[in-house]
């Protein structure tokens, strides 16, 4: 079983950073890929970016690339999410998840099998 646990969250104004972290414990040796969705209020769950643990290779949403940087601390079995330049459209709870398989790539968020509980951000002035 493997557990995450988000956090990081919070309120930043439009054109300001923020990070946001992922704690995962439990059986890592079976995860392939890790990565970050987020929900806005009435819209459905989207992809943000995910990173491939063997490998390394990085995937982002076109709406975030340039922006935001996934990273994970593999000493520390954490992931990260840094966001800069950040605009009201990003108001989201944040949600990371992590996938057994090693096939392709997925943007799909039925394809990943553990996810965190959360973490709200807020872009406003």
């Known amino acids: 079983q493997v557990h995450l646990v988000d956090a990081g969250g919070g309120l930043v104004q439009p054109g300001g950073s923020l990070n946001v972290s992922c704690t995962t414990t439990g059986s890592t040796d079976n995860l392939n890929i890790v990565g970050w969705f987020r929900q806005a209020p009435g819209k459905e769950v989207e992809f943000v970016a995910a990173?491939?643990?063997?490998?390394?290779?990085?995937y982002y949403a076109a709406f975030v690339k340039g922006r935001f940087v996934i990273s994970r601390d593999n000493a520390k079995n954490t992931l990260y999410l840094q966001m800069g330049n950040l605009k009201p459209e990003d108001t989201a709870m944040y949600y990371c998840a992590a996938r057994v398989s090693a096939s392709a790539i997925s943007y799909a968020a039925r394809d990943y099998d553990y996810w965190g509980q959360g973490t709200q951000v807020t872009v406003s002035s």
């Open positions: 990173k491939r643990l063997i490998g390394y290779t990085e």
